[in-house]
């Protein structure tokens, strides 16, 4: 059996633009809004430059189920023996009871472990939870990869990803999930189906609860309560998630709605290379 498998089109084209309908979208005052937007052009001009270098990226990840270690030059050295397109997104099988791990293209046009491109990047510190989605949506335009650079499938990490106000369903998701993660939420890039189209979105555990969050809705909505649970989320298969360490495979049915159950088996564990 090969070691590798591509995730076919749920993630190697992300289409299809989520809209929310939520009850009573809260405005932002004047001032405030303001402000904000000094807060986010101030944040382009002081994004760290090595956030923005993919060499940063590179790393290693741990198979859980028999502590192998695989590199990112074992993921180039497969690709060319298979002859496979670097044009997508790959779950990897490095195990006998199934996936441990994927790795997609980034615009240094190598492939790294998706954990990567979360590379601890918040544009500004805010105590509103709200913010991060609320500045995402001002700032950021959804385009495909295709449309974009004419290829398939390619990540901007998530510091790129404020940077550049073009980018598709992951870019946006990476993007708002690290800068959760930065504001100390336990937040996490799903990826898998909407309405049986490759997508990905993030959830984040506030309070107790499961949120699911659009990060390619540009309905901006200034409260966190506005935003839906994840229990009540329709017409969403999710496949895998992932944090900055850590990748889940969904063990149970693709039409779930818990994001905690005991069906999200760990995997892998990743571990970025300093330097």
């Known amino acids: 059996m090969k070691d590798y498998w591509p995730l076919l089109a749920l993630l190697l084209i992300c289409c299809g ?25 101030l944040a382009v001009s002081t994004i760290p430059p090595d956030l923005l270098d993919s060499r940063r990226q590179r790393g290693e990840v741990q198979v859980l189920s ?4 695989i590199y990112e030059d074992d993921i180039s050295a497969q690709m060319r023996q298979a002859g496979n397109s670097a044009e997508a997104t790959y779950l990897w099988r490095f195990e006998a009871d199934g996936y441990s791990t994927a790795t997609a293209q980034g615009l240094d046009n190598r492939h790294h472990f998706v954990n990567s491109y979360l590379v601890g990047y918040a544009p500004f510190v805010t105590d509103k939870l709200w ?6 949506a001002s700032r950021k335009t959804y385009q495909l990869d ?3 650079y004419r290829k398939q499938d390619l990540w901007q990490n998530s ?5 550049y106000t073009r980018g598709d369903c992951e870019d946006h998701a990476l993007l708002l999930a690290d800068w959760l993660i930065e504001s100390g939420i336990d937040a996490r890039v799903v990826m898998g189906k909407y309405r049986n189209e490759g997508h990905a979105w993030v959830v984040a555990f506030n309070e107790g609860e499961a949120f699911l969050l659009e990060a390619t809705d540009k309905r901006k909505h200034a409260a966190w309560r506005h935003y839906p649970k994840a229990i009540l989320a329709n017409h969403y298969a999710p496949d895998l998630m992932f944090n900055r360490h850590t990748l889940w495979i969904n063990q149970g ?15 892998s564990l990743f571990k970025r290379h300093s330097g």
């Open 17 to 41: 633009i989520v809209w929310w309908q939520p009850n009573g979208a809260t405005s932002l005052d004047s001032h405030f809004a303001r402000q904000l937007g000094q807060q986010m052009e």
């Open 66 to 69: 028999n502590g192998r270690r």
């Open 131 to 136: 913010v991060p989605l609320y500045t995402v």
């Open 146 to 148: 295709s449309q974009q």
């Open 159 to 163: 510091a790129q990803s404020y940077l």
């Open 253 to 267: 049915a693709t039409t779930t709605r818990d994001y905690d159950g005991t069906h999200w088996q760990k995997r």
